[in-house]
Each structure stands twice: as structure tokens, then as C-alpha cells.
């Protein structure tokens, strides 16, 4: 897997990219897994190259789960990027939404190569940034729109994030990550079937009406 397909090392410079890579390792990303949780008592960054991550804020078992995803992480970035400026998990999870594979690195690893490279830090703390201002329009959406507007927002921002590999969701991972019953869910995505916006099957799903669906998404109250 090619190291440049993920977006921010390949904003790196090249002695920076040589520094982290050597010290990273490719990891398999499957749906579900939970990569920190707040009681970890280590850390490591993944930076995609395909597949999703969420950025989860709840309890997530087998069992109920209760919460939401906040963010969503895919090749053009990183999770648990916090890691490399000395700061913990906090009360985020990382759970992978898409499959797919990462380079993992050690979170104290990447605080020595940060503390060494100015660069770095700031390459880093630009994303940082980026990502926090994207999470914090997502916290508002539960309070300020309906499960039509927020499914059409997740579906856009989730095709975007998993690109240029195809969208594959079921109703019940929607769920989990908008913090909504399932049952909601699917009758949102069907109304959204009946209108050609999106089609359906096994998990696999086509956005149909793209325009329409980025109408529907910014929608206000």
C-alpha cells in the first residue's frame, strides 16, 4: 500500500515522511473494531490509506449503544492524532465505521519525532484544528435537524470520507453512529429509496441524486 495515499503524510516533507513511516506498520481496519478507548493506558495514530474511522462519543458494546459519532476520519487525515502532542483518548473512541487499512504509530513514538521536527507539529496541529471544527458541527446537528437531514449529511460526508471505494453501511452502523434507533433509520433511508436519492442492498449503498441529497442535508430547522 502506498504511503502517499493518505493525504496528510503526503503533505509531509520527505525527511519527515522517511521518519514516520519508519517507525509506522500497516494494520488491518474491520468494522466494528474499537482502537482506544479512555481507559487506555497506550496510545497509537492511524492514518488511513482506505477505509473510515469514527470518532465516537458513548458506550459502544455488542450489546446497546449509547452516544454518537462526532467526526469521521478517512485517508485524507488521522485518529488519535492528540497522541503526538502528549494528550490522552479523552472520552472520544475510535471504532471503525468502513474497512480498510492504516499505518499505525506509536503514540510516545510520534510525541519524540514531534518534539524533534517543528514541522511536524505544525503539519499536525493544522489538521487537529480542521478535524475539531468539523466535530463541533456535528454535535449540533442532533439538536437542530431531523434523522431525513442528518442521514443525508452522513451518507454525504461518509461517501466522501471512504472514497473512492464504495459506500457499504447498514442501517443498524447508521444508527449507531447518528445515536438514533435503528427503525428510524431504515424508514428515512426508504422514503430516500422511493425518491431515487439513494439505492440499497446488503449493506452496499449508491448515491443516486447527489444534488438533491446535499439540498436535503442543508436543510435547516
Known sequence: M??????LIAQLAPADQA??????????????????SSNATSSRIYFPVCGVIALFVGHQGKGASVGMAVGLVGAEGAAGLQAALGFGAGNVKMVVQSAGQAYAVDGVMAQRLVN???TLLMQFSRYLWTLFDSMAVLATRPHTQDIKVRLAHWLL???????????VLTHAQIAMMLGVRRASISIAAHEMKLKRYISYSRGRIALLNVPALEALA???A
Not at 521518519?19 to 482506544?36: E, F, W
Not at 460526508?157 to 459506500?167: N, V
Request: with cysteine; proline share 5%.
Open 157 to 167: 460526508f461518509s461517501a466522501e470520507r471512504c472514497a473512492p471505494d464504495p459506500l
Open 2 to 7: 502506498y504511503a502517499l495515499s493518505n493525504g
Open 19 to 36: 521518519l514516520l513511516l519508519r517507525r509506522a506498520t500497516m494494520v488491518v481496519l474491520n468494522v466494528g473494531d474499537v482502537l482506544s
Open 116 to 118: 524533534r521536527r517543528r
Open 218 to 220: 442543508h436543510t435547516t
